[in-house]
């Protein structure tokens, strides 16, 4: 499915992403983590058009999008929710939705009708169900609660059909309760549509109850890859990122 090949990526001398080779398989659960400035964001930006990549291959069912515009990457199959919550706070729910609805579907001319289209409604409406948000359809983006208001920029991605989902930090922001929501809702999302999820995540007790797999970055480079047992034993992850204390206070 989705498959990096020695990626690399320099800013001013400073390498960010040096040499990074992985394989995302179709419908896998995965997340990236490492200590801040392990090129966790500057991965995800290289993978979705942000960021133009030095060198490499990035390859999404054999082609490679390395390089390709941001557009170009989403119409591919790719999408991104962000760290903080890129919405539309004047248009309802159900507005901001249809709206990416119709720029997916490049129904542009269509767009200052207010979103009336009937033809795009089932699909707003499903990706609503899907996130949870059917009950706040008609609630302005801006009102809603930070949780929701991150359940929406990935219900805009969703929006945009992809076959990977991106999700950078899903629960920042978040108290305990509000993250185990959030992260039950990803979970199940993922369940239902059958998609290639990749998550950059801190809380490293949701990252190894919800990810298949885990892949470790630091200083840009892949230090460790493999199941959350695997990963949390792993003793240059201990001495890296988790900590001797962490190791401790989660025995097997």
């Given at each position: 499915?989705?498959k ?7 800013f ?25 400035g ?16 030095d060198?490499?291959?990035?390859l ?16 591919r ?34 767009l ?12 707003a409406d ?16 801006g ?5 929701d ?28 309760e509000?993250?185990g929501?959030?992260m039950?809702t ?5 369940q ?7 998550f ?17 970055l ?9 199941t959350?047992?695997e990963?949390?034993?792993h ?18």
């Amino acid at each position: 499915m989705l498959k990096i090949e020695n990626l690399q990526k320099s800013f001013g001398g400073i390498s960010a992403i040096s040499e990074v080779s992985l394989h995302f398989a179709a419908g896998s659960l995965t997340a990236v983590i490492g200590p801040n400035g392990a090129g966790k964001t500057s991965f995800f930006n290289l993978i979705c058009g942000a960021l133009r990549p030095d060198g490499g291959r990035i390859l999404l069912d054999g082609e490679n999008i390395a390089g390709l515009s941001a557009p170009a990457i989403v119409r591919r199959g790719i999408g991104r929710a962000f760290q903080i919550a890129s919405i539309f706070p004047s248009l309802s729910v159900r507005e901001a939705i249809l709206g990416a609805v119709n720029a997916h579907h490049r129904w542009h001319a269509r767009l200052g009708r207010r979103f009336p289209l009937t033809v795009a409604k089932p699909q707003a409406d499903e990706v609503m169900e899907l996130v949870g948000l059917t009950a706040q359809a008609d609630t302005l983006s801006g009102n809603l609660s930070h949780g929701d208001q991150k359940v929406l920029d990935i219900a805009l991605a969703l929006a945009l059909e992809p076959r990977v989902l991106l999700l950078d930090e899903p629960t920042a922001g978040m108290g305990p309760e509000e993250r185990g929501r959030m992260m039950e809702t990803v979970h199940q999302l993922w369940q239902r549509k059958k998609m290639t999820l990749i998550f950059i995540e801190h809380d490293m007790d949701i990252v190894f109850k919800f990810a298949q797999t885990i892949r470790v970055l630091s200083y840009g480079r892949v230090l460790a890859e493999g199941t959350p047992e695997e990963v949390r034993r792993h003793p240059s992850v201990i001495e890296a990122y988790l900590g001797a204390r962490y190791d401790a206070e989660h025995p097997p």
